[in-house]
């Protein structure tokens, strides 16, 4: 085989997996490849391979309970049902409140864990031992077209349609890959609203502030709902730990009159915010880190 035709089967073979560890290495004529030159990078491989299953399965544990939490409980299902109870009603206010009404009224949402329910997905990912879930993952996790309605978010939303009142789901899901499979998932599902104009993905800039902006040029927005710090117009993106703290408590009076909050113990901002580069630090580092907030 030739060398060009090696590389490109290589090449191949690594994009059509979801993820590819370690580089390509481009195989040479037998004549100029030393047995020592190769043997370094197996190993790197391989050892590559373990330590990202070892990250893997420690994230798949240190998760379980919190999904096991969003699967099962009760006390989830009650969160969900409350959420979308106080934005319906602030949604009727504003109906009915000429004031409100010198541009149209929008609501603004995210979809993933917010309207949208991924944890069968995340259990079925996390019981065969893997709890990362990185970009890859979730390409992969959308185009199944099997993300699940949250508890009573097909009637909340066919409720604000009924209103009157537009409907913006501004999420995170990387547009160019995914736009197709979540507009497919969204209608089945029973959703309105569901077309370029209000299903507003990322494209460029995974900063919503950007969208919520063009958003209320047009529209006066009543609510804004999501399940990380990152889905409503405050700047917490990129933010420390304690600066995401701050944020928050200096926007308290806005938290069920203007945001409301919805649930996350899997994933979020909130994961990253814990140290720097901390998706990347070993499962010893993690558990360091871990182990100092649980005990401040």
Same mark, same amino acid.
């Given at each position: ?17 979801? #993820? ?6 481009? =195989? $040479?004529?037998?004549?100029?490849? *030393?047995?020592?030159? @190769? +043997? ?47 934005? #319906? ?6 109906? =009915? $409140?000429?004031?409100?009404?010198? *541009?149209?009224?929008? @609501? +603004? ?47 909340? #939303? ?18 160019? +890959? ?119």
């Amino acid at each position: 085989m030739k060398r060009s035709s090696l590389a490109w089967y290589v090449a191949v073979a690594c994009l059509g997996g979801s #993820l590819c560890v370690g580089s390509v290495v481009q =195989a $040479d004529s037998p004549s100029t490849v *030393k047995a020592s030159s @190769i +043997v370094p990078t197996t190993v790197t491989t391989q050892a590559e391979q373990a330590a990202l299953k070892q990250k893997q399965q420690y994230q798949a544990d240190t998760e379980t309970m919190g999904l096991l939490w969003m699967r099962t409980s009760a006390e989830y299902r009650a969160l969900a049902y409350q959420g979308y109870n106080v934005a #319906l009603n602030l949604v009727k206010m504003a109906v =009915a $409140d000429p004031s409100h009404q010198r *541009k149209p009224l929008a @609501i +603004v949402l995210d979809a993933d864990e917010t309207v949208v329910d991924n944890t069968k997905l995340m259990g079925e990912s996390i019981a065969n031992g893997n709890g990362r879930f990185d970009a890859p993952w979730w390409r992969q996790a959308v185009h199944q077209g099997k993300s699940q309605a949250m508890p009573g978010a097909v009637e909340f #939303l066919n409720e604000v349609h009924k209103q009157g009142v537009e409907i913006f789901y501004v999420s995170n899901r990387y547009a160019p +890959v995914n736009y197709d499979a979540t507009v497919q998932n969204f209608k089945e599902l029973g959703f309105p609203s569901v077309d370029k104009d209000h299903v507003l993905l990322f494209e460029k800039d995974s900063d919503k502030q950007p969208r919520f902006d063009a958003i209320a040029k047009k529209y006066n927005v009543i609510v804004y709902m999501g399940d990380n710090a990152g889905d409503f117009p405050i700047g917490t993106k990129g933010k420390t730990l304690a600066e995401r703290n701050g944020i928050i408590d200096a926007h308290k009076e806005d938290f069920g009159t203007t945001f409301v909050v919805f649930p996350n113990p899997a994933y979020g901002s909130w994961v990253s915010a814990l140290a720097k580069g901390y998706q990347n630090l070993s499962p010893e580092e993690q558990k360091q880190v871990n182990n100092q907030y649980l005990q401040q």
